[in-house]
């Protein structure tokens, strides 16, 4: 085969499209004839810029230009301890400082678990549908899928457990399908993951988004209640993030894992961006501290549930003669299913997009692009007269489908 000039990037061939599907829904949000349902970006009037301004000011007076250096790869120690001390008193467990990895949001946890653990080939048992940007970030390492049955019961699923390099899981209202899995669900699957000896990634930037009552504790909590004594060592690596309840931009997350874990995770992030702001973590850490993130997580899940009620009002007037959904009780998301298979979203998207109005089919949500028949529709974005709009559209959208 003869090389072209320049030559294509390889990380190129690793997208299904030239542009990532990411990308191509951020540009369509920032439209202002689209009402995008398509994003999964946070009600950027709740960023909370005085405060932010404010920690930012306390945090260089306090760290000078220390917060000014690339810093440790592991993160501000400060604000490593902070993190420890929330799963500590959360999960009954001891977590020290050596237990958490700060990061460039959760987003590079999910890099660094796929760059540190995964060889090509190797098996992934995850929830499908799942997050997109976990398939993409894991794409380069060329894995396999399994599906992770919650009921554990299908055939062959206890042998893909114990062959899997880990298991990926976001119990917390899942992007895309607003899930809240069960207790028991979790407990159960915690059973078969110490059994089979392998890892269990739970990813859970989700958890602030609270709306019908507490979420229950992680499985990072059913591990550390069952093994109440001594530091933290165990198959969950947890991933957490302030994009949810303070700002994405200020791109602050952690890895919360067995020591021995972070180390290498450390080893991996040093060769992809030598450390993450340590300016950032210093405003994360005021923020903290200062109890400013309890305070505000209320009035964002205020906000949310009314934009949840009005999105999911206007779909049942205007959208279930078509698709089906559950109410999320937390999250960004409603799924809808179409009930009737014949419905190809991939084809209605491009109708959407006609009627000005954008969601994410559920192709992308799937390795296999298989899925057809679903769509993810965020409602934290725009307020509930433009999310009304937003599902008129839909219905127009439908219509024309189906009139083709
Ligand atoms: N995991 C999931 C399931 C997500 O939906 C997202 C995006 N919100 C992330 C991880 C990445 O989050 P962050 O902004 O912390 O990188």
Redesign the pocket.
């Known amino acids: 085969m003869t090389q072209s000039f320049p030559p294509r990037p390889a990380f190129a061939s690793w997208l299904s499209t030239g542009n990532s599907i990411t990308q191509q829904f951020m540009a369509i949000g920032g439209r202002p004839d689209v009402v995008s349902l398509a994003g999964?970006l946070p009600a950027s009037e709740l960023y909370p810029v005085e405060a932010i301004a404010a920690a930012q000011e306390r945090a260089l007076t306090r760290w000078g230009t220390q917060i000014l250096e690339y810093g440790a790869i592991e993160g501000l120690p400060a604000l490593r301890a902070a993190i420890a001390e929330r799963f500590s008193a959360a999960t009954g467990r001891r977590f020290g400082p050596e237990n958490v990895l700060l990061t460039t949001?959760?987003?590079q946890g999910?890099d660094l678990v796929g760059k540190a653990l995964v060889d090509p080939g190797e098996l992934i048992l995850s929830q499908f549908p799942t997050?997109l940007?976990?398939l993409d970030a894991w794409r380069p390492r060329m894995p396999r899928y399994e599906r992770l049955d919650w009921s554990l019961q299908a055939p062959g699923h206890d042998a893909a457990l114990r062959q899997a390099k880990f298991v990926y899981a976001?119990p917390n209202y899942s992007?895309p399908t607003g899930v809240l899995v069960p207790q028991d669900e979790r407990a159960a699957l915690l059973d078969k993951v110490e059994a089979a000896g392998t890892w269990l990634l739970e990813?859970d930037?989700y958890l602030p988004l609270q709306f019908d009552g507490p979420a229950g504790p992680s499985i990072l909590a059913h591990h550390g209640q069952r093994h109440p004594s001594g530091a933290y060592a165990g198959p969950v690596i947890y991933?957490g993030?302030l994009?949810k309840s303070l700002a994405?931009g200020l791109r602050v997350?952690w890895v919360v894992a067995e020591a021995s874990l972070i180390a290498t995770l450390a080893l991996a992030k040093q060769s992809t961006d030598i450390a993450s702001s340590l300016l950032t973590q210093a405003i994360a850490l005021e923020m903290i501290e200062s109890d400013f993130e309890a305070q505000h997580i209320p009035k964002i899940v205020e906000t949310y549930r009314e934009r949840r009620d009005a999105l999911c009002a206007a779909a049942t007037t205007h959208l279930s003669d078509w698709f089906e959904w559950e109410v999320p009780p937390g999250g960004m998301f409603v799924w809808m299913r179409a009930k009737d298979e014949a419905i190809d979203t991939d084809a209605l998207y491009a109708h959407a997009l006609a009627e000005n109005v954008a969601f994410v089919p559920s192709s992308v949500f799937d390795p296999t692009g298989a899925l057809k028949s679903a769509m993810r529709v965020n409602f934290t974005r725009s307020p509930p007269e433009v999310l009304v709009e937003g599902v008129r559209r839909l219905e127009r959208a439908v219509r024309r489908l189906l009139a083709e």
Do not use: E, F, I, K
Request: hydrophobic residues 35%; charged residues 5%.
């Open positions: 999964g949001g959760a987003m999910l997050y940007g976990a976001v992007n990813d930037p991933l993030t994009s994405p997350g």
